[in-house]
T-cell receptor, first 115, second 116 residues
């Protein structure tokens, strides 16, 4: 079975541009999480969905960030406009609600560099 | 608020030897979960081991085991018979079950190098 698939793997953009990160969770998983990893702040949860519905977006830094999950097999994280401080690795993870609590299956991440 | 602290930014161990990574946490909760996740150079985070706070028995997964000291709020990871493939960043994480099934609070990580 394929794991969590993220794209792009690397993205370099200029300040002010729109960035869209994509995620395909593991088929059948009903939870989807977006995490961000930086040297300064480590790994932090941005938002998570249950059955395509956003449950907790308290980690989203500001209005420039938005996330959607239009169906069970696809989610996007959008940054508009992007800023240099958004440079980070963004991870998508999915899990099964009936599985072991806290067992997340992560993608390989999208490394974003904003110049 | 819960916090997770890993006081060893870097560690190294010789292949086939044993190494212990430290983690402490702070919480007022009585029931919670603790985890060790591994992040190899490929970047993909992988769950290594999981401990439920209400279980007194320490979790083990093959060469990986934990020493869970609830009163001391300590959760160390022991890797036995270290292999080159164990080279990675290791993150300790905490989760309150009442909040969500995946809202993890991570420590800053320990970079482990296994030397041949």
């Amino acid at each position: 079975d394929a794991g969590v698939i993220q794209s792009p793997r690397h993205e370099v953009t200029e300040m002010g541009q729109e960035v869209t990160l994509r995620c395909k969770p593991i088929s059948g998983h009903d939870y989807l999480f977006w995490y961000r990893q930086t040297m300064m702040r480590g790994l932090e949860l941005l938002i998570y969905f249950n059955n395509n519905v956003p449950i907790d977006d308290s980690g989203m830094p500001e209005d420039r960030f938005s996330a959607k999950m239009p169906n069970a097999s696809f989610s996007t994280l959008k940054i508009q406009p992007s800023e240099p401080r958004d440079s980070a690795v963004y991870f998508c993870a999915s899990s099964l609600g009936t599985g072991a609590a806290g067992e997340l299956f992560f993608g390989e991440g999208s490394r974003l560099t904003v110049l | 608020a819960q916090t997770v602290t890993q006081s060893q930014p870097e560690m190294s161990v010789q292949e086939a030897e044993t190494v212990t990574l430290s983690c402490t946490y702070d919480t007022s909760e009585n029931n919670y979960y603790l985890f060790w996740y591994k992040q190899p150079p490929s970047r993909q985070m992988i769950l290594v081991i999981r401990q439920e706070a209400y279980k007194q028995q320490n979790a083990t997964e093959n060469r990986f085991s934990v020493n869970f000291q609830k009163a001391a709020k300590s959760f160390s990871l022991k890797i036995s018979d270290s292999q080159l493939g164990d080279t990675a960043m290791y993150f300790c994480a905490f989760m309150k079950p009442s909040v969500s099934r995946g809202k993890l609070i991570f420590g800053q990580g320990t970079e482990l190098s296994v030397k041949p």
